[in-house]
């Protein structure tokens, strides 16, 4: 009899101290991400609020629904220090200031440009709205980076979901679009962006991110020390005023090629204007694939893109000029940052050959990004 009590008590010690220590467990996994949310202004009526994601190793992300905009992205270096490698503001209203270029937003409903903002679909012409030297850019004149998006916290709290419709005929666009984007900050210090949408009428769709990236965070003025490796054998040549001509040259032997590796500056005296192209990426398919590296040796900052997309725009900031002031007191002059835009082909819908943008009632439009942070 003794010994049964004596091991019912160890059975009861076991069970106890299995049970505290699964709590102890959920406690330590609810405390590895956390959302944070804090007001941000008011536009349009609307309140904005700065969302901020939180990772298990400290990384943080935050971003505000007025634009479904990224305006922080704190990630360790090399020595673990913290820095900031995006640009962006302070306040809403250096959002909302005149020549903020699209700094972290959400772009669409088609991201880079439409020649002359014209096209057919459906036996029917469009004109919209010109906002880029007679063409259209980023959607037209109040495209989805200066609306206010929903935003709802999913639960686990590493994803924040954004929900915008785009009315038919909003910028001149067919077709009621319903868009949802997912932002998910996860366990290896990346963040995720997943995009969908659908539509009531037959309509091009090119949605993408504009972060402006400067891995060095903060202790660098520019970009022009970073090594870039894009996996693409081709790009799209464009006119002067970037829209593209329809060709695909190869960039062997080009400074277009990156699929090597290289800085940014080596060759960029060569482009006129600077890098701001559409990279024709090599993909085996459809799906999420490493598309471009790019590498900041003084800090240590590795940043790998993931997409599904056939296209990347490599922007190198080349339009900044040293009048806006950022956020911390940064000056953004030019080559400040890189953008790196996982994209459809630009002027896709005035181009049979490139890759379909126009997506029909019954189909859902749906991609992923990835921007992955490291360091080596
Ligand atoms: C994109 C375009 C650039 C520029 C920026 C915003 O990257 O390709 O030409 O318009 O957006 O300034």
């Known amino acids: 009899m003794k010994k049964q009590i004596f091991l019912l008590l160890i059975l009861s010690f076991f069970l106890f101290s299995c049970n505290n220590n699964s709590t102890k467990n959920e406690e330590a996994t609810t405390m590895k991400y956390s959302i944070t949310e804090k007001p941000f202004g008011i536009f349009e009526n609307e309140a904005v609020t700065q969302y901020t994601l939180t990772n298990p190793n400290g990384m943080q992300v935050s971003i505000i629904n007025y634009g479904g905009t990224v305006t922080n992205i704190l990630t360790p270096d090399k020595d673990k220090v913290m820095g900031d490698v995006v640009l962006g503001f302070d306040s809403l209203a250096g959002y909302l200031q005149k020549g903020n270029p699209y700094f972290g937003c959400l772009v669409g409903r088609y991201g880079n440009r439409i020649n002359k903002g014209k096209f057919v679909l459906d036996n029917i012409a469009y004109q919209l709205p010109l906002n880029d030297h007679g063409n259209t850019l980023h959607g037209g004149v109040k495209g989805f980076d200066k609306v206010v998006w929903q935003a709802t916290k999913l639960s686990g709290d590493s994803s924040l979901q954004l929900t915008y419709t785009s009315k038919d005929g909003e910028q001149g666009f067919p077709g009621n679009l319903k868009v949802k984007v997912v932002y998910t900050l996860t366990a290896d210090n990346a963040l995720q962006i997943a995009y969908t949408a659908t539509t009531d009428k037959a309509t091009p769709v090119n949605l993408t991110n504009h972060c402006y990236f400067n891995l060095s965070g ?10 870039v490796t894009i996996h693409a054998d081709k790009y799209t040549a464009v006119d002067s005023l970037l829209i593209p001509t329809g060709k695909l040259p190869d960039v062997k032997g080009t400074p277009m090629d990156f699929t090597t590796g290289k800085s940014v500056e080596k060759d960029i005296a060569s482009v006129k204007g600077g890098y701001d192209h559409n990279w024709v990426l090599n993909k085996a398919g459809k799906g999420l694939e490493l598309v471009a590296n790019i590498y900041d040796a003084a800090t240590g900052r590795n940043l790998e893109v993931l997409t599904a997309e056939p296209g990347l725009q490599f922007y190198t900031g080349n339009f900044l000029d040293s009048t806006l002031k950022g956020k ?11 953008c ?3 994209q459809h082909f630009p002027d896709g819908p005035n181009q049979p050959s490139f890759p379909n943008t126009i997506l029909k009632p019954g189909e859902t439009y749906q991609h992923t990004t990835v921007y992955r942070f490291s360091v080596k």
């Open 328 to 338: 911390n007191n940064w000056v953004y002059g030019k080559h400040a940052a890189l």
């Open 218 to 227: 903060g202790k660098e003025p520019t970009i022009l020390s970073h090594v």
């Open 340 to 342: 790196l835009e996982t």
